[in-house]
Every structure is written in structure tokens, then in C-alpha cells.
């Protein structure tokens, strides 16, 4: 499926008040954390013997990264960790997902554990688990070792076999402390973005290869999800987290209509469906037929897949309205003039988080579903700052505020949310972006590595103590 996407306008947040701190619909055991992941904060990209990952190689591609920007340093997060943790410390979440890298473990992808990448990890668990902090380790937010993107990355079979030895490498060593692990971040980037549209690492544009990715994602998750529980005590707990499209026709009419339900197929169900149910939605695989593409499912695939999960990432930070291309197939994204847009520039649409949840509880249910990833890049201007020198970044305290307020609504209308993660902990290399879009919660001076709070992050402290306080 091709989707033409149009470019929204610059229509920028109106000013509103400072939202209160109380939320309705979250119950005071509600899980407030923030997230990052691995080679957008890490940087010592050589360091102690990690190797490149595609992204190390993807964004020393000239033209590839706005700016020629890259991650070798990104926020130094290698070397100044201790400092990070108590920066965490003190905005008094409960929990910090972050990534390991999978080349700093294994470098190469294959053979044995790299003791000083894997001791970093364990350095963090262990900080973390000093501020009274959950961790929640993410196994693989998309830097593939390069050794095994030479070898033919995830559209070959065996990359999922060699994630499940990597899995069960960290696991082994850090599930004594770690009880929440995410397979995958996000399999539809790492196969459509990476492989497909190119905008990714690896940069490759070749959709049977996209497809051929995505059934070996959900393979190696399943596969994954086998070897961590084989080593880690009974009470752990392993999830994978989707940023499943919210898709709405632009009308009724039955080609709009059409238009939805292949943009839902591809951006939702395909993830959902063959981990969730144990199936490709038939659908989805008529349309592929029509394209002459194929899922390579080999027996026993779809119930490897299909291992139980304890939980279920969300990822939300848009939503989709659709309609039929001039073109048979073809979908094309239509622009909503009465939203503003972030940044990036993306649609604010907090209501599609709560139709999005809802949808999948409703759809899914029986899964406790955690938001492992919300939040907004703003130019947040001069960074004027208050009297205590905290960053004023008002638009995306707001929009955290409205996405929790649409957490809210969903659980009230059923959904099973447990938790919230924003991101992101600090301003960090935004992958295709660079260093131009800014996330965080915390500001970071790229040229200082200085990190202020802004005014989001001491928000998102405050409105956590209050529901804990309940």
C-alpha cells in the first residue's frame, strides 16, 4: 500500500492556561514514567567495543540526517549516566523505559556477550533501581548491528534467530533486576521506514523486502519472547509496543471507506493481529496477493508469533484521515485545517489516543495496555527561563496534560491503561531530524551537555505526586 502524505500547514497551538495537575480517570497506582532509547541519547559510539548499528552507518550517509547530524555523541548519556539517573530522580517518576544497544552487547550481532557494554546496563539498572525508579529495557529500538544488515538485515529469516540469542543475552545478565521487557519498538518503522520509504536506517526502498522484514520482526519478537522467560524469574513481564494507526475516512463514500481500511491494515492489524491472534488479517494478505507480495510464513511461524504477552506498548502521536488516490490503491493523508500542529509538523489530535486505546481494548481485550511512548517537539524559542531557571516550554506541557486527559477518557470507557511514558526524559538526536527537533522534557545544550528541566518535566512531577497522593 502507498500513502501520499500532505504536508499540514503551520498552524501552531493556541495559548492556553497551565493545566491543572489532577487527571481525571487515572487511578492513583497509574504508572508515570518517561523514555529514551539507546542511540539517541548514548553517544561513545566506539566505545568499550560496540560496533556500528545501521544507524551509525545510515546517519554518516551525507544527505541522509538534516545537517549531516549523527549520533557519535548525541547527549554523552555513555559517560555522564550516574547524573542522568539522579536528573530522573528528581522529577519523581516511577519508571524510565529506556533501549539497550544491541552492538554494544554483542557487537557484530553473533557470538559471545561484550562484558563493558553489557556492565553499562547493569550500572544503570542498578542506579535506577538506587532512586527508587522501575526499569523497562526495551531490546531493540532500531540499531541492527551493520554486520548483520551486510548480511541481509531483518528481510532474512535468520536476523530473528540471532535477536532471540541477543534477547537471552541481556536477559540472562539483567532479568534478576529488569521485570518489564520490550521486545521491539516499533517494527513498523523498522520495516516500512527502514526498508520501503527509505527514510530510515537502513535507507533501503524495496517494499517485498518491507514485508519480508515485518513477518521476521514479529518472528524474532516471538522467539525473543520465548528465551527471556526462560531465564528470568516468573513474575517478569514481556510486552512489545506498536504505534498502531488511528485511521479515519475522509467520508463515507465507499472508495474512502476503502481507502481506511487498507491504511488500518497496514498500519495496525499486521502488527496486532499475528501477535494478538495468531493470524495475518486476511484482508491485508488479499491486498499484498494483488501486489505479488507474500509474508514468508514457514510452519509454526504464526504460534512462535503468538507467545503470550504480559502487556502491550502504544505508541501515539498522530492520527490519520484518508482518502482514495487518483490511482486504484491509492491512499492519500488529507490535511484538518482546524488542528494545530507540532513542529515536526505533526496533527494534534489528542482525542485519536483515546479512539486509539479504546479501539484496542475493545478489539483485544484482556491485554493491559501501557502508552510507552507521547509527547511533542515545539520550537520552544530563546528558552526563557523562570526564576529558578527551569525552561518554559508551555505548548507541550499542555499537550502532555491533553494526551493524559484522553488516557483518562479511555480507561473510562473501558480500556485497560496502566501507564503513561513521555517522550522524551531529555532533548536527544531525533533520528532523520537531528538535533533540530526537541522532545525532551529536559533540555540539553549540545555544545555544554548542560541539562535544565523544563517546565513539562516539573509538571509531569507534580501531577504524579498528586494522583499518587489520592
Not at 19 to 35: E, H, N, S, Y
Not at 68 to 95: E, F, K, S, T
Not at 169 to 181: C, I, P, S, T
Not at 444 to 462: A, E, I
Request: aromatic content about 10%.
Amino acid at each position: 500500500m502507498s500513502i501520499d502524505v500532505q504536508p499540514a500547514g503551520p498552524r501552531r497551538p493556541e495559548h492556553r492556561p497551565l493545566p491543572a495537575l489532577d487527571i481525571p480517570g487515572l487511578p492513583a497506582d497509574f504508572v508515570w514514567g518517561t523514555a529514551t532509547s539507546a542511540y539517541q541519547i548514548e553517544g561513545a559510539a566506539d566505545t568499550d567495543g560496540r560496533t556500528p548499528s545501521i544507524w551509525d552507518t545510515f546517519s554518516h550517509t551525507p544527505g541522509a540526517i538534516d545537517n549531516d547530524d549523527h549520533g557519535d555523541i548525541a547527549c554523552d548519556h555513555y559517560h555522564r549516566m550516574p547524573d542522568d539517573v539522579r536528573l530522573l530522580g528528581g522529577l519523581g517518576l516511577d519508571a524510565y523505559r529506556f533501549s539497550l544497544s544491541w552492538p554494544r552487547i554483542q557487537p557484530g550481532g553473533r557470538g559471545p556477550v561484550n562484558a563493558k557494554g553489557l556492565d553499562f546496563y547493569d550500572r544503570l539498572v542498578d542506579e535506577l533501581l538506587a532512586q527508587g525508579i522501575t526499569p523497562w529495557a526495551t531490546l531493540y529500538h532500531w540499531d541492527l548491528p551493520q554486520e548483520l544488515e551486510d548480511r541481509g538485515g531483518w528481510p532474512e529469516r535468520d536476523t530473528a534467530h540471532r535477536f532471540a540469542d541477543y534477547a537471552e543475552l541481556a536477559a540472562g545478565r539483567l532479568g534478576d533486576r529488569v521485570r518489564h521487557w520490550i521486545t521491539l519498538n516499533e517494527p513498523f518503522c523498522s520495516a516500512v521506514l527502514g526498508y520501503h520509504v527509505g527514510c530510515h536506517a537502513p535507507g533501503r526502498q524495496d517494499f517485498r523486502a518491507a514485508i519480508r522484514a515485518v513477518h521476521h520482526l514479529h518472528l524474532g519478537h516471538g522467539l525473543a519472547t520465548r528465551r527471556i522467560r526462560s531465564v528470568t524469574p516468573a513474575s517478569t513481564q514481556v510486552g512489545i509496543t506498536f504505534n498502531p494507526a488511528q485511521v479515519y475516512a475522509a467520508s463515507d463514500a465507499p472508495d474512502d471507506l476503502a481507502a481506511a481500511r487498507r491504511a488500518d491494515g497496514m498500519g495496525a492489524r499486521i502488527y496486532l493481529d499475528p501477535v494478538l491472534r495468531g493470524r495475518y488479517p486476511e484482508d491485508v494478505v488479499e491486498d499484498l496477493a494483488r501486489q505479488g507480495v507474500t509474508l514468508p510464513i514457514e510452519a509454526g511461524d504464526l504460534a512462535l508469533i503468538a507467545q503470550p504477552v504480559d502487556f502491550l506498548g502504544v505508541n501515539y502521536y498522530f492520527s490519520d484521515v484518508v482518502a482514495a488516490g487518483a490511482e486504484p490503491g491509492r491512499t492519500v493523508q488529507v490535511p484538518q485545517p482546524d488542528r494545530p500542529v507540532t513542529a515536526m509538523p505533526w496533527e494534534i489530535f489528542p482525542q485519536g489516543m483515546t479512539d486509539l486505546l479504546t479501539r484496542i481494548g475493545r478489539d483485544y481485550p484482556g491485554i493491559p495496555l501501557y502508552v510507552t511512548e507521547n509527547g511533542a517537539a515545539f520550537d520552544d524559542g530563546v528558552y526563557d527561563t523562570d526564576g529558578a531557571g527551569h525552561i518554559q516550554d508551555h505548548h507541550r506541557t499542555v499537550y502532555l496534560a491533553d494526551h493524559l486527559a484522553a488516557v483518562g477518557r479511555a480507561r473510562a470507557a473501558g480500556a485497560d491503561v496502566r501507564g503513561f511514558f513521555a517522550w522524551s526524559l531529555m532533548d536527544n538526536f531525533e533520528w532523520a531530524y537531528g538535533y533540530d527537533k526537541r522532545f525532551g522534557i529536559v533540555h540539553v545544550d549540545y555544545r555544554t551537555q548542560v541539562r535544565t528541566p523544563k517546565q513539562s518535566g516539573l509538571w509531569l512531577r507534580d501531577a504524579a505526586a498528586a494522583h499518587r497522593a489520592r
